[in-house]
């Protein structure tokens, strides 16, 4: 067992947030044609707010943090954050567009002992790249930044969320992060919009497509063991967890609400209201979550893909049932190997793309 | 004997989970597990409070071991996490050390 794997089990024994996703702002200086935020400001937490999350995430035992939006960059505390957060003695992962990196940035975040960047990059092309997040020479910019945090030996993650517009550049794309020294990442998950808007769903490549990206050893390494069938389902399997979110890990919004991952839009408290340590050991929402295991899953638990399956409790919860089958997932477990899914029976065939969503919606500031 | 003066690097994070002190270097994003001595060491490890001085009230106070044996294992300690990027040694204090702070849950 890895030293990582233990110390997620004696996180998990201990009942200790290991991981935590704070969003710093959702607002935002490009404007993704599938993002799913509100850019608007509702009443973020203040600089002193953030701190203070930051010392209760500390003494909570928080080791993993990442810092992402929106644009975390955009607030003009973001390296006072991040400076108070390696301070605390976290490991800290900033997510951004690095459209405000420039040397001089990337020679604070190496300073500071930032330990990764991930940065989204849609196309090696700029006219795709831009296109997409409707900022002229945006791609030119942070393809720039790369360069300036590479330069610093800094780790960077290129992330290429895959959608109809860029279907075509996920080579290139690779290419380029080889290129610039970055590690490369492809993500077909498009996640509705905060209000429950599924518009953005459209721009999700066919099952048809995410299957060619699953038979790439360039994407994927080992073609025959990524897509190989689900190995057979046993009492243990079934007596496992469905994934860390609420167990080791959480999100808190820029308005303070906590949920157990990022894309698991449940509510479980609000930390102007409480203090976090609270919620994480006493919210009736997490202690839900907590209590499902494989075996009370409603299809999942009779799917032969349910010990393989990358099933996310929380794009089920926002199809309307936590303890249901992600679509997502479900149309990826086919695809990689071929085979029919419970949850593909149990609609029938139905092209019904998640009825009912459920999606993040900010608390109302508190009014003082 | 030449005196040591040891600081927790600035590129680490840590944390202590369950009474083990773990560290992970933003280099190589490498995990360790530090013994209790070394926890002890790192605890310490301010930049201006010389290894000798370390060893005497963190080790010894603690520990049913002779000052000089204490003394050469905690150089070779010190030496090993030097080299691992988790501390850094000079031989004379460092001002701004500043490395993560060490508060437990
Ligand atoms: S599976 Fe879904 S809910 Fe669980 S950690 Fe991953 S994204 Fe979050
Ligand atoms: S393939 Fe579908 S039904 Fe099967 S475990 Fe995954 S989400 Fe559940």
């Not at chain 1, 990196?101 to 795709?128: C, F, M, N, T």
């Not at chain 1, 020479?137 to 393809?143: F, H, K, P």
Request: charged share 25%; with cysteine.
């Amino acid at each position: 067992m890895s030293l990582m794997q233990e110390l997620n089990d004696k996180a998990l024994r201990l009942g200790v947030p290991l991981s935590a996703h704070l969003d710093l702002t959702y607002r935002c200086n490009e404007r993704c044609e599938h993002c799913y935020l509100d850019h608007d400001d509702h009443g973020e937490m203040t600089t002193a707010e953030i701190k203070d999350l930051l010392r209760q995430f500390a003494d909570a035992g928080v080791f993993f943090l990442t810092l992402s939006g929106g644009e975390p960059l955009i607030r003009r505390d973001c390296f006072e954050i991040i400076e108070d957060a390696r301070s605390l003695g976290f490991n800290v992962k900033l997510k951004t567009n690095a459209m405000l990196i420039r040397e001089k940035e990337a020679l604070r975040l190496r300073a500071l002992g930032v330990e990764q960047v991930q940065i989204s990059v849609y196309s090696d092309r700029p006219e795709v790249h831009d296109a997409i997040t409707k900022v002229p020479g945006s791609l030119e910019r942070t393809v720039k930044a790369i360069r300036f945090l590479r330069s610093q030996g800094l780790r960077v993650t290129m992330a290429n969320v895959l959608m109809r517009s860029n279907r075509g550049d996920t080579e290139g794309v690779h290419d380029l992060a080889g290129k610039l020294g970055a590690h490369y990442t492809l993500d077909p998950t498009i996640t509705p919009m905060m209000d429950g808007n599924t518009s953005v769903l459209r721009l999700r490549v066919d099952a048809s497509e995410i299957s060619s990206y699953f038979h790439n050893p360039s994407l994927v390494g080992d073609v025959e063991s990524f897509c190989a069938p689900p190995a057979a389902v046993d009492a243990q399997v079934l007596e496992g967890l469905p994934c860390s979110a609420g167990h080791t890990s959480c999100y808190v919004s820029p308005y303070g609400d906590v949920y157990p991952c990022v894309q698991f839009p449940l509510t479980c408290g609000n930390v102007r209201q409480q203090k976090f340590l609270e919620i994480w050991r006493d919210s009736p929402q997490l202690a839900e979550v907590r209590s499902i295991r494989l075996k009370d899953l409603t299809t999942c638990s009779s799917c032969t893909h349910a010990g393989s399956c990358t099933r996310c409790p929380g794009l089920a919860y926002m199809e309307g049932n936590m303890r249901g089958p992600s679509t997502a997932d479900c149309e990826k477990s086919f695809v990689r190997t071929g085979i029919t899914t419970a949850g593909m029976l149990a609609r029938k065939g139905s092209p019904t793309l998640m009825p009912g969503l459920v999606q993040i919606n900010p608390t109302p500031p508190l009014t003082v | 004997m030449s005196e040591k003066y040891i600081s927790r690097s600035k590129s680490v994070a840590a944390r202590t989970l369950g009474g083990e002190m773990m560290i992970m270097s933003a280099k190589d994003s490498t995990l360790f597990s530090l013994s209790e001595v070394a926890t002890l060491i790192w605890e310490a490890a301010d930049g201006h409070t010389p290894l000798s001085e370390i060893v005497e009230r963190r080790i010894c106070a603690e520990f049913d071991v002779r000052s000089d044996v204490a003394y050469r294992d905690a150089e070779q300690l010190v030496e090993e996490l030097a080299t691992r990027g988790i501390l850094s040694i000079s031989s004379r204090p460092v001002p701004d050390a500043q490395g993560p702070a060490v508060e437990a849950p």
